[in-house]
């Protein structure tokens, strides 16, 4: 009988009924060479390291095994493996920097000296008292649910996952996990389907499974959320689930008929919802109707006074439309404004508010996201708030303002409407006191909301709510070849490429890719403060349509990163090193740190040993530590959905064939419509045609239209 000790690199084969596996394994005694272990071992998962006895047995098809008598865990026995377990985020006080110099400094006694003698940590460079404390009683923490870790580790559960299933279901993860891990997806936020089908069917659940059938269903709807549909015709949703479970259209029905019964989906004529998006679509339709119905504050105003009033207050003469949208926001319940940049939107706002202010009626403003909220403030003189904080949102209780829990606001103005959601426009609407007056503001043909539904579009298709739309181009914007070009792209009409030597848009004509990125980086560096005189940090921003290859967003942040911080000084997370000074943003909504989904800040400090940096926002610097660090991205580019509801002075975007997925009218739009003093497009004059012509917006299934209709 032989004893080794070995690393589980694959699992061959595995039957969770008796723990029986086939796995390849590589050990130290016979090196370069992967080996095959048959055997009984409860909870097997790759990377395991296991003293192993027994003996080999040779097998007339396979070869030479190894049979398993007994077996012991073992902690990771390499270094890369001792490095893997100390880096994993599971440690406080340790992240990969930090258990680089553990390990390069204890080798592979690390945990042993940690666990046997902790005090030797303050060898280690940037290791103090405090931290050494951090880190042993953090390891012996970890040591309650390691087992639990090393289970969940081999399925792909992240280190930062794992964690949230353990405090979820606690000694019970993986009896629960065996009884239906497809319960992970609803428990925990951020664990797809897809992870949790992994875990399924190393466990032994089969593909026909009507456990995984269902759930795959449910993954295909929440998943077409993403997409913006409400719902999905049931054709369409059983032919996409077949393909994602690889099983046939009939079990897809069954399975379709069982979830109705269990009130899983909700059904309607042809439709399959997702419960939450069937209750938001329809709610919505109520609260508008409702709102319609009750009358609000009636104001007695003469309106040629009104008019001589507003010339005096702020020196220009309203439009006909302008004055059209100001009556209409004073005598009807609801109104939409919308109209391309340079109609007067600001204007009509600012003259809505001033009215108000002098009427004073409490009026409340507010925005999708943190940086249109401030446009909103700064347009009209007055405070602005997100949505999700003047619904006074908190991450474990939800939305504060409710039917039960009213807004005191008589009047309400919303900008940026086309980012709303319809979860978020229900959620909205609930809020409202009957006699609420409400003003919908937004940019229709621009690109519709990241989440389920098209909100704006549909309540001006319903025809229910007056809407007016502003046309005219005052002339100080005729002269602005962005506000022209973006009309006439808007229209399907080529832009014009030429115009006087200070004109504020630009078309640079390069064929080759390569040649686009290296003219972004000149721009950038030295062409547009040498020229405009502006900040290429601050006042320039980098748009792309797509995140991969030469000039999507991810090789741009590195590109850019490397021409302006030469800091040699950097925090590495992931794929990403963050140096003091980058551009960042945060990429989902924090109500803890009180920062935003689509903020911009600048690193202002690292501490690369303690695995946390702080990032100066406008009004506030934040501290991020730990997985913290995963919510924020460098800024230099951005995608042309994350620039929605910002301005900037000047945006440089390239415009390529290679890109040709999202050569689309609306995305170029939108895109043009974020600068305020100078546009740069760059890139092949047939891409910018492709764009322009294409005016076809994928359909999203929803029916919000015709409730309100009804």
Request: charged share 25%; net charge positive; hydrophobic share 40%.
């Amino acid at each position: 009988m032989e004893k080794i000790e070995i690393t589980i690199e694959r699992i061959v084969y595995y039957n969770p009924k008796n723990d029986y596996l086939v796995a390849r394994f590589s050990s130290l005694r016979y090196p370069g060479r992967l080996l095959t272990l048959v055997g009984n071992i409860a909870e097997a998962s790759s990377g395991q390291a296991l003293q192993i006895e027994g003996w080999w047995v040779g097998h007339p098809k396979y070869g030479k095994q190894f049979k398993i008598n007994t077996y012991k865990k073992l902690t990771p026995i390499t270094i890369e493996g001792i490095k893997k377990y100390l880096g994993s985020g599971m440690i406080k006080g340790v992240g990969p920097v930090t258990a680089d110099r553990i390990v390069g400094h204890f080798g592979k006694d690390s945990l042993e000296i940690i666990e046997k003698s902790p005090k030797r940590l303050e060898e280690v460079p940037g290791i103090g008292p405090k931290r050494k404390e951090k880190i042993t009683s953090s390891l012996r923490e970890q040591e309650k649910i390691k087992e639990i870790m090393v289970f969940l580790h081999s399925y792909g559960v992240s280190s930062l996952f794992a964690v949230k299933i353990y405090k979820a279901y606690g000694e019970e993860t993986i009896e629960k996990l065996r009884e239906n891990p497809y319960q992970l997806v609803e428990d925990i936020f951020g664990i797809g389907f897809k992870t949790a089908d992994s875990i399924a069917a190393n466990l032994g659940i089969k593909e026909t499974s009507l456990l995984r059938i269902k759930a795959g269903i449910r993954y295909v709807l929440t998943d077409s959320a993403g997409e913006g549909h409400i719902f999905l015709p049931r054709d369409v949703l059983k032919e996409k689930a077949s393909k994602v479970l690889n099983v046939d259209v009939e079990a897809i029905k069954i399975a379709i008929q069982s979830l109705v019964k269990e009130n899983k989906v909700i059904t309607e004529d042809d439709a399959v919802y997702f419960p939450p998006f069937y209750y938001a679509e329809k709610g919505t339709a109520r609260k508008i109707a409702e709102l319609l119905k009750t009358k609000g504050k009636a104001f007695n105003i003469s309106w040629e006074k009104l008019t001589n009033w507003l010339k005096k207050k702020q020196g220009i003469i309203l439009t006909i439309e302008q004055m059209e949208a100001v009556k209409t926001a004073l005598t009807e319940k609801i109104m939409v404004l919308t109209g391309g940049p340079g109609t007067g939107k600001t204007t009509t706002l600012r003259s809505i508010v001033l009215i108000l202010q002098q009427l004073k009626i409490k009026a409340s403003l507010a925005a999708p996201t943190g940086r249109a909220a401030k446009r909103l403030s700064e347009a009209t003189g007055e405070r602005a708030s997100t949505l999700h904080k003047l619904l006074e949102f908190a991450p474990e209780k939800g939305f504060g303002r409710n039917e039960k829990r009213k807004l005191a606001a008589e009047f309400l103005i919303v900008d940026e409407t086309s980012m709303m959601d319809i979860l978020l426009m229900y959620a909205f609407l609930r809020a409202l006191q009957p006699s609420c007056r409400l003003i919908l503001v937004g940019d229709y043909d621009q690109l519709p909301a990241v989440g389920a539904g098209n909100v704006l579009k549909d309540i001006i298709s319903s025809d229910r709510i007056k809407t007016v739309k502003l046309t005219h181009i005052f002339r100080q914007a005729r002269k602005s070849l962005i506000v022209v070009n973006a009309h006439r792209i808007n229209q399907g009409k080529f832009p014009y490429l030429r115009g006087s030597p200070k004109r504020d848009f630009y078309f640079l004509v390069k064929e080759e890719p390569e040649e686009v990125r290296e003219k972004i980086l000149n721009l950038c560096k030295k062409e547009i403060p040498r020229y405009f005189g502006l900040d290429p940090i601050e006042d320039v921003q980098v748009i792309s349509p797509l995140y991969r290859g030469v000039v999507g967003v991810d090789r741009l942040n590195q590109d850019l990163q490397n021409v302006f911080n030469l800091n040699s000084h950097f925090l590495s997370w992931g794929r990403t090193k963050f140096k003091i000074g980058d551009k960042v943003m945060q990429l989902r909504n924090n109500y803890q740190k009180e920062v935003f989904n689509g903020d911009i800040g600048r690193i202002s400090n690292i501490d690369s040993s303690e695995e946390r940096l702080w990032v100066r926002f406008s009004e506030k610097e934040v501290l991020y530590e730990g997985a913290d660090i995963a919510e924020i991205c460098l800024a230099y580019a951005i995608s042309v959905h994350k620039s929605q509801g910002s301005e900037y002075p000047a945006i440089v975007m390239p415009v390529i064939t290679s890109h040709y997925i999202m050569l689309q009218r609306n995305l170029l739009y939108t895109a043009l419509t974020r600068a305020k003093k100078l546009a740069i497009l760059i890139g092949q004059t047939k891409a910018l045609a492709i764009a322009v012509k294409n005016n076809k917006i994928a359909k999203r299934y929803t029916k919000l239209a015709a409730r309100l209709k009804e």
